[in-house]
Structure formats: C-alpha cells, structure tokens
C-alpha cells in the first residue's frame, strides 16, 4: 500500500477485538516445536513475524499446520538445517531461536531482511557464549552462525532490561546441564518465565531473580494467545488524543506490559478494567477508555521496560496533554525496525509538535492542534500506525508514504481503524 492519505476524525467510537498477542504467539510456536507431542495454539497471531518463526521452527525439525487462526506443532529433536533460517525482519525470532537452538545441541545459520539485518545481535550472543556456545556474528549484525556445543548455566545480571535476552537464556537453559540463575535490576516482559510452565518446566521467579535447573524436557500443551496489548495501545491512544470513549476486548494486561496504561493514567486518563480471567497464566480484561483531558508528566527509565513499544504513542499523547512531559531512559529506541526517536521526533515535528530529541526521549509541551503533512513511517510498524493516529488529530489531511510495514504487528489494523472513527 502506498501513499496513504488519512483526514481528521473527530471521535472513535464502540468495542474492539484487537489481534493476538505477537510475543505469546512466537513464544509459543517455538516450545511447542521442542515439546514430545502436538501442541495446539489457538488464536495465533498471523503476522509476517510470526510467520517467519513458524518457517524458522519447521526448519528445524517441527510440523506446523494451520486451520484459521488455530496452529497446530508437533515437537520433534532439533535438527541442523539444510540452509540459511530467514528470520525476516523477526528481531524476536532470531534472538529466542538462537538460544533455543544452542541449547539443543543444532547447528544453524539465521539470516533476516535488511532491516533485521541493521540490529545489534551482541547483546544475546555474548551470554550465550558464558553458557558455552558457540555462536558468531560479524560486526555483531547478521547472519548469525551456530555451531554444535554443551552449554552449562550460569548465574547472570541482566546489563540492561531485555526480554528477548532473557528469555534467548531460559531457552537455551532446558538444554544445558546445571542450573541458571538470571538477575533483574528492572524486570522486563515475563511471558517466558509465565509459558514455560504451561509446558511443564518448574521454574521460579520473583522480585527479579529467575531460578531454573537444566535440563527440562518440555510437554505439548493447548493454548489460547490473549489480545496484544501493544497492538490495543493504538486504540487507547486514539480514544485519548481524539477525547473519545471506546471498549478494547480481550486484551493480556500482564503487568510487565501495561505500563502505557499506567502512563496515561498517570497523565490523566480515565479507563477501567472488567471481565477480568486468565488464559493460561496470562492475565485478561476488557479495556473501558472514557473521554478525558490529558497533563504532561515526567517518565524515566524504571517505566521503560513496560511500554518501550509504546514510547511513539506516548510521545504523541504528549503533542495533546497540557504542559511539558519528558521522557527519558529510552535509548532501546534508536535500535529498533528504525530509529525510533529519530522517527517520532523529526515526523511530529513535521505536523507542528513543540518537541525535543534527546539521545534517550524527548521534551514534548502540548497541548498543539497538529497539521495535516505528508510523512514518513520509515517502513516500521509502530511508526506508520502512530503516525495514522496523528493524522486523525490534525488539521488538514495527512500522507503516509508506505503503509505495508503493519502487517508485521496489526493485519488490517486501517480497515479496523475506519471502522470505528467518525468524521
């Protein structure tokens, strides 16, 4: 899709289903195909992230099949493959895989598209390295090769909150002989530690301090994937920039996830929770987003880990709310699809944001009625759909350059936005 051309909304308006969770979703693909038996996977977000995992798991051994949104992976031993895993542009994908893989005792190369290709690898080769294996990359960027070894656990700090580390470790731990012990000074997404249960592993962890003895044999098991509470941040967003009032349905608001909401309500959104439940260990509700009036604040690196996808749309948030709002401690940014501060700043300042770069977030004052431009999304997911967002406020219409980059996150996700904007 190119060129798209986006007009001002006055109102989002009425109840929307969000798409399954893309973190559950690889994370369950990828135990399943290492688990004795078949797994069942319902309500499988099929992205193209996704996708490049259930290619990568079936490379390496795994039977996938899909009926509708329901996945179906039959474990097997990990096997070499014949050729390069194309990761395409996964960061989730060949970060999970390739501790799994190392801990499994294959061999492999992992590949991805130029942008996956740009990202740093180093931050989970290196303590891959400390358990034993033997894994390279040039320059630290893809390919990434993986050699044949016997890992053992360590006792490791996580330098920097990391879930794909984290969880690249666990992974290759229920190979490994030993036990590992894994650190956190500021606790990141916990879905790894949370699944890994459902299939069968003993595992502990509190108050930063993930316990697990090597090795595990993991057990097929039957799963339902929660609504992505990153993808439903875009419409809470738009409920709050637009003043409106709107109902997200089955979203997993873990609260290593939620620190959006938190944000916002430390900004001043009104929003409740109902029909609270589990799927598996993975907490549930509907979101009630009501109209209300947004201030600046302050955000620092303790809130990062929770909302770091969301930083964009707080960011925008930011352009409505009354006074100033400094974000800070989000250096991962710049290290993601794109640079992402680099992107949120130099597009909002296009449509008339008062902002700021800094190295690690920005300085915002608001509030200011934006003006329709034409932008860039910089072929990221999170930036062409903050940037649709922002278009629905402005004065004016807006052009986005090329929308196709969503269908990594949020399949339709324009098609779900017309829906419930009024003009």
């Known amino acids: 899709m190119k060129n798209l051309i986006i007009k001002p909304a006055k109102k989002i308006t009425g109840s929307v289903r969000i798409p399954p969770d893309k973190s559950i979703s690889h994370r369950a693909a990828m135990l399943a195909s290492g688990a004795s038996g078949t797994s069942v ?26 009926k509708g949104s329901t996945i179906t992976v039959t474990g097997a031993p990990f096997s070499t493959p014949a050729k390069p895993v194309d990761c395409g542009n996964s960061g989730t994908t060949v970060r999970l895989l390739a501790g799994f893989a190392a801990g499994q005792g294959t061999g492999a190369v992992f590949t991805g598209d130029s942008s996956l ?10 303590p891959l390295k400390l358990m034993g294996a033997s894994i390279s990359c040039k320059n630290g960027r893809l390919p990434m090769r993986l050699k044949k070894a016997e890992l053992h656990g360590i006792n490791y700090t996580m330098p920097v909150p990391s879930a794909q580390v984290k969880s690249a470790l666990l992974l290759a731990a229920l190979g490994a002989s030993g036990k590992i012990k894994i650190n956190e000074k500021i606790i990141s997404r916990d879905h790894t530690e949370r699944i890994l249960k459902l299939f069968g592993v003993r595992i502990s962890a509190a108050a930063g301090k993930i316990r697990m003895k090597c090795p595990q044999a993991l057990k097929a098991c039957k799963i339902k994937v929660p ?7 875009f419409f809470i967003c738009a409920a709050a920039i637009l003043k409106s009032r709107l109902k997200i349905m089955d979203v997993g608001v873990n609260p290593t996830r939620t620190g959006f909401l938190r944000a916002l309500k430390k900004m001043g959104l009104k929003y409740s929770l109902s029909n609270k439940r589990f799927l598996g260990k993975e907490p549930v509700a509907d979101i009630l987003v009501m109209k209300s009036s947004l201030r600046g604040a302050v955000f620092s690196a303790k809130d990062m880990p929770s909302m ?13 709310a009354e006074g100033k709002t400094i974000i800070s401690g989000a250096g991962e940014l710049a290290v993601k699809e794109c640079d992402r501060i680099e ?7 296009k449509m008339g944001a008062d902002i700021t770069k800094r190295s690690d977030g920005f300085i915002i004052r608001g509030p200011v009625k934006l003006k329709g431009a034409g932008v860039s999304g910089f072929a990221d997911h999170r930036i062409i759909m903050m940037l649709a967002l922002a278009a629905l406020a402005a004065d004016g219409k807006s052009v986005i350059d090329d929308t196709k980059g969503v269908e990594i996150s949020f399949p339709g996700f324009f098609k779900e936005l017309g829906r419930h904007i009024k003009t």
């Open 308 to 320: 770091i996808d969301e930083v964009p749309l707080l960011a925008l948030c930011a352009t409505q």
């Open 41 to 66: 996977i319902e309500n499988f977000l099929l992205s193209a992230d996704c996708k490049s995992t259930l290619s990568a798991v079936a490379a390496f051994g795994a039977k996938v099949k899909k």
């Open 227 to 233: 609504g992505d509470i990153s993808s439903a941040a």
């Open 117 to 126: 290709s740009k990202r740093p690898m180093k931050r989970v080769t290196e």
């Open 343 to 349: 992107a949120t700043y130099s597009e909002l300042r």
